[in-house]
């Protein structure tokens, strides 16, 4: 290769493009038949079976979908019954986030007054508007997502 | 090559008809033989690497799905078979010695002389694109396997084709150099071998 360092570009291109085409030999073609004819014995390709439905997947979610507002039905109509068991959960959810309020009211004791009443009004607000129930709905499309991620 | 003759072939493999992938091998023989030789310049090894190729594209057949030629289909992953074997074995490259014992093998006529030199220097840059870099080596040779088509190149590298352009651009240069660097050290090497026969 005394000349290598003499090519030209235009030369490199041709040299590399000007390949000779091999042929096969002879015998080529019929030893890769014996051997898909080998392997057809043992594996036939098929068409790709379709991917199989989740169903164990599928059916217990669907379950917990038809059996929810199910239970939601049930707990409307005892509600109704008992209207009185439904402002005491009401309650329950106000004291609990009164509580919540007092302790980050006095986590916030260092703020300034007016902050420290802006912050009580917000959580108890946020409490009356039933910040739980989103929170919780949060909470549950979040659990969801990582068990459907996870599944 | 017509596209529907391959994908009539393999519906028929599909559907259980072993026998109909003959026509697969008998239409696409020639370019994976030869797609192989580039890689390992070996021609029992060449149609041993296509043939496993062939054997692989049997059993994942069902995975071509028509979006892509059957042809790019198929050199992808023959390409991916290549790159196995030849991970296992890797494609041998032409030592300064050999290519000294060339030279000592020339003949004096001139035109038989100009003949070697000419099968010389293509044997030289050949083995060394095959001392390329992986992927330099693949653009490289799979640009001028499909007749300098980049787009065609890419699709089966599974690359943009600016990525492509860019490995052909570099991968070029590195052969100069290397091509370059050979010579130099050849020109030493037949020095050295001169300076110890007038020594003796």
Redesign the interface.
């Known amino acids: 290769m005394r000349e290598g360092n003499n090519l030209t570009d235009a030369e490199l291109d041709r040299i590399l493009a000007d390949e000779r085409a091999m042929q096969p030999s002879s015998s080529f073609a019929a030893s890769v038949m014996d051997a898909v004819q080998r392997e057809a014995a043992m594996h036939p390709p098929m068409h790709e079976p379709s991917i199989p439905f989740p169903w164990h997947i599928f059916l217990p979610g669907m379950a917990a979908c038809l059996a929810l507002p199910c239970l939601m039905l049930v707990l409307a109509l005892r509600g109704s019954a008992s209207a009185s068991v439904q402002v005491q959960i009401q309650m329950h959810w106000v004291q609990g986030a009164t509580v919540l309020a007092e302790r980050y009211a006095d986590l916030m004791a260092n703020l300034p007054a007016d902050l420290q009443q802006t912050g009580m009004e917000a959580v108890h607000h946020a409490a009356q508007m039933g910040a739980g129930w989103v929170l919780f709905a949060l909470v549950l499309s979040w659990a969801s997502v990582q068990w459907s991620v996870r599944a | 090559m017509s596209a529907s003759e391959d994908q009539d072939d393999v519906e028929r493999?599909?559907a259980?008809d072993?026998?109909a992938?003959?026509g697969i091998?008998?239409r696409w023989?020639?370019p994976l033989?030869?797609l192989a030789?580039?890689f390992c310049r070996d021609?029992g090894r060449?149609?041993e690497m296509?043939?496993e190729a062939?054997?692989r594209a049997?059993?994942?057949?069902?995975?071509w799905r028509g979006d892509a030629a059957f042809s790019t289909w198929l050199f992808a992953l023959a390409l991916n078979v290549y790159r196995t074997e030849l991970r296992k074995l890797p494609a041998g490259v032409l030592g300064l010695e050999e290519?000294a014992e060339l030279?000592d093998a020339r003949a004096d006529g001139k035109a038989l002389q100009a003949r070697l030199?000419q099968g010389?220097?293509?044997r030289?840059?050949?083995r060394a694109?095959l001392a390329l870099p992986q992927k330099y080596r693949e653009a490289?040779l799979l640009f001028?396997f499909q007749?300098?088509d980049v787009a065609a190149a890419a699709h089966v590298l599974r690359l943009p084709e600016g990525t492509v352009k860019a490995r052909l651009a570099r991968g070029?240069e590195l052969?100069?150099r290397k091509?370059?660097d050979?010579?130099?050290r050849?020109?030493h090497y037949i020095k050295e071998e001169r300076c110890a026969k007038e020594t003796i």
């Open positions: 493999v599909l259980g072993a026998a992938f003959a091998v008998h023989q020639g033989v030869n030789y580039r021609r060449a149609e296509a043939q062939f054997l049997y059993r994942r057949l069902a995975q290519i030279h030199e010389e220097r293509e030289t840059v050949q694109v490289l001028y007749q300098k070029r052969l100069r091509l370059q050979w010579a130099e050849e020109v």
